[in-house]
């Protein structure tokens, strides 16, 4: 039985390098979008028996015929989205196909709109690193972080080849409505854009229902790079795996840089996304009834904080709170907090210029540790209160 009460933060140490091992050992890091607790048993017992069936050889391109046989199962059931083996591809890393949209969609000066912007930041490296230009659809913070379909049309120039979606949202936590992707769907159609929908958080949703914008007609998952991943809800990002959806003409060119950029993704990581498709579920669940509580007592705590503006996630393991008030930037505050909380949050600023006042949490822990990260911050907080009194 999985315990999500309880982490030990020493190991921790040692594997997450990425988000506990920089830090020293009074340090507690709410920053990378890792979850804090060991993968469910069925996805390491997947991957033991295709060890044991000796898979070592080279695979297929796209994907072993059973993984994506699976996969192609959930995208026709859960996602709606009408997908064959064809149109499936394994990757290492749901990271890839934010490279992959870019260096395919984008010449040197095209525009990629971010929809919304604040974002995970390699949306905008990856355009920048294709000489393009990033262009920002600010989220409405003040008006329960709806999509502002109106200033959409009004960021997309002759320039606008690539529209880039991140649904659930990370960092706002947002799960857009049908309406809003319809919206989308409408303006991508209208000003034929390609288009690329990140839905690595579609199983961490809290409220609200997710759909899948390549769902929403046939135009749409022939224009849509889809995503999904396995790094986020089953806590195996080490293992680098996920996969892209695309129909007809556009999955026919993708797939021809694919082949001659990874040849296809690792067999191991292929046999526990297996795993988690056929067996996850049920840990799935009980690590969401976690969440959610880590949620919740995360918002109280927020909430009883003066100067501090969160808004509620509906998914993702992350808080975006604003804390302008203090008077800092974002940079600051999260060296501020680093240094007098010893907390890591991340710099909202990061994820684009919208982002600038906010920082981001990530509550997906044990309450111990978010207990204790959170009487921190507190303090952190009245200690910048009363040096300005
Ligand atoms: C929206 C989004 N897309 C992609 C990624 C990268 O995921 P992966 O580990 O599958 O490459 C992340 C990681 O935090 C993310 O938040």
């Not at 809290?206 to 914008?213: A, D, M, Q, W």
């Not at 111990?368 to 009245?382: G, H, S, T």
Request: aromatic share 8%; with cysteine; charged share 25%.
């Amino acid at each position: 039985m999985a315990d999500f009460e309880t982490i030990d933060e020493e190991f921790l140490r040692s594997r997450a390098a990425l988000k506990w091992g920089p830090w020293g050992e009074d340090v507690i890091s709410l920053s990378v979008a890792d979850i804090d607790f060991p993968a469910p048993r069925e996805i390491k017992e997947g991957v033991i028996r295709a060890v044991q069936e000796d898979r070592t050889p080279y695979g297929a391109y796209g994907g072993d015929s059973d993984v994506l046989e699976v996969v192609c199962e959930k995208l026709n059931r859960v996602n709606r989205i009408p997908a064959t083996p064809d149109d499936v591809y394994m990757i290492p890393g749901t990271m890839l196909s934010i490279f992959l949209a870019c260096y395919y969609a984008l010449k040197p000066g095209d525009e990629a709109v971010i929809c919304p912007a604040p974002v995970y930041p390699p949306f905008m490296e990856n355009i920048e690193n294709a000489q393009g230009v990033p262009v920002f659809n600010p989220l409405d913070f003040h008006n329960d972080l709806k999509l502002d379909l109106d200033d959409l049309k009004r960021r997309i120039t002759p320039r606008t080849r690539l529209l880039m979606v991140s649904n659930p949202h990370n960092p706002s936590g947002r799960v857009f409505t049908r309406e809003e992707l319809e919206g989308i769907g409408q303006i991508a159609k209208e000003n034929n854009l390609f288009v690329f929908s990140d839905e690595l958080y579609e199983d961490m949703i809290f409220e609200g229902k997710h759909v899948s914008l390549a769902s929403l007609d046939a135009d749409l998952s022939e224009r849509t790079l889809s995503a999904f991943g396995f790094s986020k809800a089953f806590g195996i990002a080490g293992f680098r795996i996920a996969y892209i959806v695309c129909r007809g003409k556009h999955m026919q060119e993708l797939k021809k840089r694919l082949h001659g950029m990874i040849v296809h993704a690792d067999t191991l990581a292929q046999a526990a996304a297996k795993a988690a498709l056929t067996s996850g579920t049920p840990w799935l669940e009980r690590l969401m009834a976690h969440l959610r509580e880590m949620r919740d007592y995360a918002i109280e705590r927020l909430s009883a904080t003066p100067g501090v503006w969160c808004p509620v996630p509906q998914a993702t393991p992350f808080l975006f709170p604003n804390l302008a008030s203090f008077g800092m930037t974002s940079k600051e505050m999260t060296q501020h907090l680093e240094e007098n909380a010893r907390v890591i949050v991340q710099n909202g600023a990061e994820f684009g210029p919208p982002g600038e006042g906010h920082i981001r949490i990530n509550f997906a822990t044990a309450y111990p540790v978010l207990r204790e990260a959170f009487d921190r911050i507190e303090k952190a907080l009245v200690k910048i209160r009363q040096a300005r009194l």
